[in-house]
Nanobody, 123 residues
Framework: QAQLVQSGGGLVQAGGSLRLSCAASGFTFKDYAMGWFRQAPGKEREFVAVISRSTIKQFYAESVKDRFTVSRDNAVNTLALQMNDLKPEDKAIYYC????????????????WGQGTQVTVSS
């Protein structure tokens, strides 16, 4: 069955960088747009970034634009999120997700989800 396994994350000081990875299996990766979401304590899960099937299109939440970069490698079925200049407000559990839709930015638009990985940014 479809599976998304995340790695990366951890603790970093403000201004630092982290890279998250998401390995896909059980479905045809290249046929799915891929997204990143995050959920802070007490808040709803929110959109972070999405990349189209062919990598041509990427969209970002305003709060992470110019700091985060989403990428994918369809040859090895992996998705990545490079996070630079991290801020304390970026602290959250980050989730990767897959969708057969184009490039949705809502939770409801996605079919498969990773297990989540914690990102903590100290000030």
């Amino acid at each position: 069955q479809a599976q998304l396994v995340q790695s990366g994350g951890g603790l970093v000081q403000a201004g630092g960088s982290l890279r998250l990875s998401c390995a896909a299996s059980g479905f045809t990766f290249k046929d799915y747009a891929m997204g990143w979401f995050r959920q802070a304590p007490g808040k709803e899960r929110e959109f972070v970034a999405v990349i189209s099937r062919s990598t041509i299109k990427q969209f970002y939440a305003e709060s992470v634009k110019d700091r985060f970069t989403v990428s994918r490698d369809n040859a090895v079925n992996t998705l990545a999120l490079q996070m630079n200049d991290l801020k304390p407000e970026d602290k959250a559990i980050y989730y990767c997700a897959a969708t057969e839709n184009r490039t949705p930015t809502t939770v409801e638009g996605y079919d498969y989800w990773g297990q989540g990985t914690q990102v903590t940014v100290s000030s």
